[in-house]
């Protein structure tokens, strides 16, 4: 049979080749986002009186109104934003559908889309496949701060939508207030949609503050903004996130997401209903996190890899350019094969496969795995 590809430039994604390798070699595995240590057991006993309680079936379209309400309490007493449950928050399979939705109820063929490189990988296909156009702006290597004018240069009147990710995989930054209110300006006298991925909102370092899209009134009128629980709570396989806007935007969000998924695991809404109203589960996470980043960089001291430390995010960015001058897709491949350690090359989510000579390391492992890793980086 024959048949034309949707995606025809779109391969297999670095995560499932270097995953693969590094099983192959038994490596110490740094390389994709997520715990290897398990959930809180109170969040597990939660879903399983869920479940028990007879909570089995279906769940609302637009999310177990307990949790909707638990998330726009959480929202306002961060953020001092109020989305309202029955209209402005809908439960999601994870950021990731959330963000699929949002592009696919607004883009249409020919809109352009700005996406900042680099840039996690489930942006650009959602684009395409909606017959729009990703318009990159690519960060300078190293410092992977945003040109405002740059980006206001690539604002055009086919311009439908601009895709922002704070605190930010893979560089570890975290946007501040000035870049807020520049972005802020620049969107003012236009009809731009934001798409604001904020999956780590609450893996935030040294004291700073998550400046959520909501924080300011002229983004939050024109914003999605996308949230994942398998992030905050160590549960990234339970893949279940949630989308909030204001509510005209999020009409059209439901209209799609009604047919794509219509609802999201029953029992795992409800344990998180219940387990939100301690907010302690998530205002401890900054600070679990800082333990495992400055462990991790403490460690490296013997080290040839230079860094600047993440501000946010459970990923850190090592420089290996005093190193070898190879590839970074061939030097992350050689590190498992000769070294068993694996991490993310990130060429591979730069625009033009850009080589930074630099490595994703995610540091959201056991100490153990981490000394392992600690004691393999300070021979190379
Ligand atoms: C920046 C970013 N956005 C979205 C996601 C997807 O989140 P989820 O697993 O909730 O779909 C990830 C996962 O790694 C991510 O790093």
């Known amino acids: 049979m024959r048949h034309s590809s949707k995606l025809p430039t779109i391969k297999t994604t670095i995560f499932t080749t270097i995953g693969n390798l590094a099983r192959k070699h038994k490596a110490t595995d740094l390389s994709q986002g997520f715990p290897n240590f398990e959930a809180d057991p109170k969040l597990i006993q939660l879903v399983s009186k869920a479940m028990q309680n007879g909570h089995n079936q279906y769940a609302p379209m637009q999310g177990h109104y307990g949790l909707r309400e638990a998330i726009s309490g959480k929202i306002l007493k961060a953020h001092n934003y109020e989305y309202h449950p029955e209209t402005e928050i809908t439960i999601t399979v994870g950021a990731t559908q959330a963000i699929f939705t949002a592009i696919t109820a607004f883009i249409h063929t020919g809109d352009e889309v700005v996406v900042i490189k680099p840039a996690y990988d489930c942006y650009e296909p959602a684009i395409m496949l909606n017959g729009g156009i990703p318009v990159y702006l690519q960060l300078p290597a190293r410092d992977y701060s945003i040109d405002w004018e740059a980006f206001q240069k690539l604002i055009t009147a086919k311009t439908k939508m601009v895709i922002l990710n704070t605190p930010h995989n893979p560089t570890g930054r975290i946007l501040s207030n000035e870049d807020m209110l520049k972005l802020e300006a620049i969107l003012r006298p236009t009809n731009i949609l934001l798409l604001s991925d904020e999956v780590y909102e609450h893996i935030i370092f040294d004291s700073k503050d998550h400046e959520s899209a909501c924080r300011y009134p002229d983004l939050a009128k024109r914003s999605f903004i996308c949230a994942s629980f398998g992030k905050t709570f160590h549960v990234t396989g339970w893949k279940v996130g949630y989308c909030v806007a204001p509510e005209p935007l999020m009409a059209e969000f439901r209209k799609v997401h009604q047919f794509a998924v219509f609802c999201v695991d029953h029992p795992v809404q409800r344990a998180l209903a219940e387990y939100l109203q301690d907010k302690n589960h998530y205002l401890h996470l900054n600070d679990f996190y800082q333990k495992k980043r400055d462990l991790f960089l403490e460690g490296l001291d013997a080290s040839r890899f230079t860094f600047k430390p993440s501000a946010g995010t459970y990923f850190q960015l090592l420089d290996y350019s005093a190193?070898?001058?190879?590839?970074?897709?061939?030097?992350?491949?050689?590190?498992?094969?000769?070294?068993?350690?694996?991490?993310?090359?990130?060429?591979?989510?730069?625009?033009?496969k850009e080589n930074n000579m630099m490595l994703r390391f995610c540091f959201a492992k056991k100490r153990e795995t981490l000394e392992e890793a600690l004691d393999i980086l300070n021979r190379i």
């Open 323 to 352: 190193i070898t001058d190879e590839h970074d897709e061939d030097f992350a491949k050689r590190l498992i094969t000769d070294y068993k350690l694996a991490s993310i090359p990130i060429s591979s989510f730069n625009s033009k």
